[in-house]
């Protein structure tokens, strides 16, 4: 996604600065090209030395030095630049930027910027400062510019010892935000139910019935999802696939089917459209041991009584209404077509996804997949790719429902 991106990095004097090297690695393993400019606070945190090796180019830091490799540079950057991630943003920073003051190479560059160019903000600072009545306006002024994003600060342990909000987020929800700023929010305002991951159903407090199930696919429509603009609802079986922070607005996590039951039913009639990606038992133990089944002396089998499991496409696709769209997966081992177009039928999806364990490098726990888009009218069968790349392609189409 960032191959051949210009990112243009503005880094402002708080502690929070020294995480910025490893977030510079990181854009530039994803192929993008960075530009770094600060105030001059900020280098008494990060090297400019460390920066302009990373990035391979110098640092714009001071507008009238000598060295600047044009005249105006805080022109130059953002003519170069695709998009610009201020990182941290200190009070002090947010205020100027708020009220237009242009005074330095960070805050000149910014106002070049901000009218032709995304500008996603990362705020930073002591709990007292971010509680300030001026910081907390200048956050707001920013955020209602057309081309800002600001993410708002974390809460935890803070530089001066204290635990309050004010830290800057992770640097994995950072990088999520560029990404995210290269995106057509064609989903915007859309409310999206996901459910992905496997369900566990206990035998007894120690085992459990559940499947192979990754949620690696759940977790990439999730993703898609949220990049483009939806207000995304993750329903998240027990999985190990990791969620990075700013892939889903809101994340519930449940463990048995009747746990999934209750949050897809629950958050359904909120909700613009439904991706019900996750591999649901569709049986559980009739009865949960107490205690640890023991196996008795001489015992040569087990016998397990099970029972059905809500249905949660069912009940999704009775309280559908005109203005809902509810989307479905299904994954078969044989009569693929034929068990795919009667669970669209019966379960009143608009579109299924089909997923055959037939084919080479598709199903469960790896990172490609091989899908068919099955409607009422067409099937659109997709070539073997990446889960991101099948989530982008189902969410193009659910874009195209909505």
Not at 326 to 336: K, P, V
Not at 354 to 383: C, E, R, Y
Request: neutral net charge; charged residues 20%.
């Amino acid at each position: 996604m960032l191959q051949g991106k210009h990112i243009l990095i503005g880094i402002s004097g708080g502690i929070a600065a020294y995480k910025i090297p490893e977030l510079i690695r990181s854009l530039i393993k994803e192929g993008a090209q960075v530009r770094v400019t600060t105030t001059r606070n900020a280098l008494q945190f990060v090297t400019e030395l460390t920066l302009q090796t990373l990035t391979n180019a110098r640092v714009y830091s001071d507008v009238f030095a000598a060295i600047n490799e044009h005249s105006t540079e805080h022109i130059s950057l953002p003519d170069w630049a695709d998009m610009m991630l201020i990182a941290p943003a200190t009070a002090n920073v947010l205020g100027k930027m708020a009220a237009g003051i242009a005074d330095d190479a960070l805050t000149t560059t910014f106002a070049a910027t901000v009218a032709r160019k995304p500008v996603v903000i990362a705020p930073a600072m002591n709990d007292k400062m971010y509680e300030n009545p001026a910081t907390q306006k200048a956050m707001t002024t920013l955020s209602q510019m057309p081309n800002v994003t600001v993410i708002d600060c974390a809460e935890g342990f803070l530089a001066c010892g204290t635990t309050g909000k004010g830290r800057m987020q992770e640097i994995d929800v950072l990088q999520e935000e560029v990404i995210k700023s290269f995106y057509a929010k064609d989903l915007a305002h859309k409310r999206i139910l996901i459910t992905a991951g496997p369900t566990q159903e206990a035998l007894d407090p120690v085992r459990y019935i559940s499947n192979h199930s990754s949620g690696k696919m759940g977790i990439a429509l999730a993703r898609e999802c949220t990049r483009r603009g939806a207000n995304v609802t993750l329903v998240l079986g027990p999985c190990s696939t990791p969620l990075k922070g700013g892939e889903a607005a809101k994340v519930i996590n449940v463990v048995s089917a009747q746990d999934m039951y209750q949050a897809a039913t629950h958050e359904w009639e909120k909700q613009d459209a439904a991706i019900l990606c996750a591999a649901v038992a569709d049986f559980t133990p009739t009865q949960k041991a107490e205690h640890k089944i023991k196996k008795a002396e001489g015992q040569t089998e087990l016998n397990l009584h099970l029972t059905l499991t809500p249905d949660i496409a069912a009940a999704l696709g009775a309280a559908k209404t005109e203005n809902q769209w509810l989307i479905g997966f299904a994954l078969e081992t044989q009569n693929e077509d034929a068990n795919a177009r009667k669970k669209l039928n019966s379960k009143n999806f608009d579109m299924i996804v089909l997923n055959s364990l037939q084919d080479a490098g598709a199903g469960f726990s790896v990172d490609t997949n091989k899908v068919t888009l099955i409607d009422h009218t067409t099937t659109h069968n997709l070539p073997l790719m990446s889960k991101q790349e099948v989530a982008q392609r189902i969410v193009d189409a659910i874009s195209a429902l909505l």
